[in-house]
């Protein structure tokens, strides 16, 4: 079987059992996400391990998959940023950096205690907990657009807090780097905030001048498709430049290009085709991607107590500091909660400063095993503490539809 055609069996399979997984968590009353979370475990090589069945031959079958997924993960980003105004997103700056800040600073905390503890060296323990102050909200996002919240004020500050979240772990782990490193670390420090206020400045100009009047002429073109490709083109632009430019995660990025193309006319029309492209492929292949990329059989025993330890640690530190720094802000405690929930997902932003660790020699492969058994579970947790939270809260708002029932 060419390579060609063991990718494409590979796709019928992905997205026939996302889909399946996805229809059988909302029948149980579950985001639909947590079904494609568990399926691509399922698939992966804790379990079935289909990229490695015997017709799968394809040395590269499951980096190719991994990078499809990549694609859902910046769409899922892009039409997050679609669906608000930025004026709603500035209007709660303040909970935003409050929740962002204290969200990175406690789990840090946390997970040096915990790295001491467990006798690792002043670096390891460091860096562990650097991987613990990570958020990936992309898990979160597509759960709050299935319970329609993501407008609410939890959503929109939650995604607020994410911006302030990478751009601190990114400084922060930036400057851990360039000190263990030997170099420079106040040079590479000035380098990262110029690098990320060049990137934000250029984002702004390019989406609130530039890009109006591109959407306009390109509508005017009658060209097969030509919005919706501009809109892809616009928003792997900005996944591109968050990473080159301003050292930044993509999905960053893609974020802020969503909220600059929601100000364009040509909204509406890009809209319905995004979703169509997003959901019917590339996110189900996001969701399966992170399954794919984890082993949990090489977690040995000897780790367990440490996982236990750092899973507990990760969940309860993201939690109280983003949900401290939102309730510091004016924000209800029943909001206070919602938000630091929403921030305990780990997903590809652990994984990656994760790997930051085992490539450099910082962590051991057991603590390595660690920090995948946390992002694994604080990625599955955060759909299911999200639906009971927003669930419970809906009840209480409407008492009379709860006796209805």
């Known amino acids: 079987m060419t390579p060609f055609l063991q990718l494409t069996s590979m796709l019928i399979i992905i997205l026939v059992a996302a889909k ?24 992966g090589p804790s379990l079935l391990d289909i990229t490695h069945l015997q017709f799968a031959t ?5 980096e190719g998959i991994l990078q499809l997924g990549e694609l859902g993960v ?30 990175v600073i406690v789990p840090i905390f946390m997970g040096w205690g915990i790295g001491a503890l467990f006798g690792m060296d002043t670096r390891a323990a460091l860096f562990l907990g650097l991987t613990m102050g990570a958020t990936s909200v992309s898990i979160s996002v597509q759960t709050l657009m299935e319970l329609k919240a993501l407008r609410t004020k939890v959503g929109l500050s939650l995604l607020g807090a994410a911006v302030f979240d990478d751009v601190l772990v990114i400084i922060l782990l930036s400057i851990f780097l360039a000190l263990t490193g030997g170099s420079n670390g106040f040079a590479q420090v000035g380098w990262i905030f110029i690098r990320i206020l060049g990137f934000l400045l250029l984002s ?27 809109a892809v083109v616009v928003m792997l632009v900005y996944g591109l430049a968050a990473e080159v430019v301003g ?34 492929f590339f996110v189900p292949i996001f969701f399966i991607s992170i399954g794919l ?13 440490l996982l236990l330890a750092v899973c507990v640690s990760a969940i309860t530190g993201k939690w109280l500091g983003s949900g401290i720094g939102a309730r510091l802000a004016g924000f209800s405690w029943r909001e206070s909660v919602q938000l630091g929930a929403g921030m305990v997902s780990r997903g590809e ?10 490539s450099t020699g910082l962590v051991t492969d057991v603590e390595f095993s660690a920090m995948i058994g946390m992002v694994v579970i604080t990625t599955l947790i955060t759909p299911l503490l999200l639906r009971g939270l927003f669930s419970h809260a809906k009840n209480q708002d409407n008492p009379q539809d709860q006796q209805g029932v």
Request: proline share 2%.
């Open 247 to 280: 050292g930044m995660a993509a999905i960053t990025g893609t974020f802020i290009a969503g909220l600059m193309y929601a100000r364009s006319s040509d909204k509406s029309r890009v809209e319905n085709g995004l979703l169509a492209l997003s959901y019917g």
């Open 20 to 43: 399946l997984g996805g229809w059988l968590t909302t029948r149980l009353g579950q985001p639909s996400v947590l079904g494609e979370l568990l399926v691509g475990i399922a698939l």
């Open 349 to 358: 932003v652990g994984l990656i400063v994760g790997a930051v660790g085992l």
């Open 204 to 230: 702004v100009v390019f989406g609130r001048w530039i890009l109006p009047k591109l959407t306009r002429r390109i509508a005017d073109l009658h060209i097969s498709q030509g919005s919706l490709a501009l």
């Open 58 to 62: 394809d040395s590269h079958l499951t």
């Open 293 to 305: 990329s984890i082993n949990l059989r090489q977690v040995p025993v000897t780790a367990l107590w």
């Open 74 to 103: 910046l769409l899922i980003m892009f039409m997050a940023g679609l669906e608000l105004h930025l004026d709603e997103l500035t209007g709660h700056i303040k909970v935003s950096a409050l929740a962002g800040i204290l969200g």
